[in-house]
């Protein structure tokens, strides 16, 4: 079985501030791990994945997260949070040989300007 | 480049007609297809997924069905809506074969009064 979970309903940061979004996940092989954004009535769109290699993945828009097999988390992170990332993410993950992902419930971010 | 479209973007329905929700995937060929619901702006629930032509997996027993017509097509029906049924659906492809990235459409709307 695999699960995620994303234990932050809504995080709160200034601009110009670093933010993290945490993400912990639970799969029996090796993960698959994704970072989207949601932005008001429309998709889902791709940050970031995780498949195998160096632990820091870079992504869109200035985010990165770190993968930390020991601790099974994935948090997304910014350096300097700008007031339109303001939005709902989403983690999600695949296990070795499953066809679907299993998403998190999402963190809204909010960032006052 | 791959393009996901799917129409209606809004549909308000009254209690117990039809749903036929449309989703195309332009620019690939034999992908892996997925429709989502999501409820109050939060969590995905997936509801179907195919790997090919005629070929859907339900994930949840619903007041709906799926089909696939075609390689690139995947629609989501109803016989008879419920109250229950609003949400924001969310279609989805992702190439069959290696750990690709799932990538989503834009989304419909759907309001059943």
């Known amino acids: 079985a695999q699960s995620v979970a994303q234990p932050e309903d809504q995080v709160n940061v200034a601009e110009g501030n670093p933010l993290t979004v945490k993400c912990t996940y639970s799969?029996?092989?090796?993960?698959?791990l994704f970072w989207y954004v949601q932005y008001p009535n429309r998709g889902l769109q791709f940050l970031l994945k995780?498949?195998?290699?160096?632990?820091l993945v870079k992504g869109s828009y200035g985010f990165e997260a770190e993968f930390n097999k020991s601790q099974t988390s994935f948090h997304l992170k910014k350096p300097s949070a700008l007031v339109s990332d303001s939005a709902l993410y989403f983690c999600?993950?695949?296990?070795?040989?499953?066809?679907?992902?299993?998403f998190g419930k999402g963190t809204m971010l909010l960032v006052s300007p | 480049s791959q393009t996901i479209h799917q129409w209606p973007a809004t549909l308000v329905q009254p209690v117990g007609s039809p749903l036929s929700l449309e989703c195309t995937v332009e620019?690939?060929?034999?992908?892996?297809l997925y429709w989502y619901r999501q409820a109050a702006g939060r969590g995905l629930q997936l509801l179907f997924y195919?790997?090919?032509?005629?070929?859907i997996s339900s994930e949840v027993p619903q007041n709906l069905s799926a089909s696939r017509p075609q390689d690139r097509q995947f629609i989501l029906s109803s016989k008879k809506l419920l109250l229950s049924d609003s949400g924001f659906y969310l279609c989805?492809?992702?190439?069959?074969?290696?750990?690709?990235?799932?990538?989503f459409g834009p989304g419909t709307r759907l309001t059943v009064l």
């Open positions: 989805a492809w992702r190439r069959l074969a290696g750990v690709d990235t799932q990538y």
């Open positions: 799969v029996s092989g090796n993960p698959y």
């Open positions: 995780y498949i195998t290699g160096d632990n």
């Open positions: 999600a993950v695949r296990d070795m040989g499953y066809s679907t992902l299993t």
């Open positions: 620019g690939t060929s034999n992908p892996n």
């Open positions: 195919s790997v090919g032509i005629g070929q």
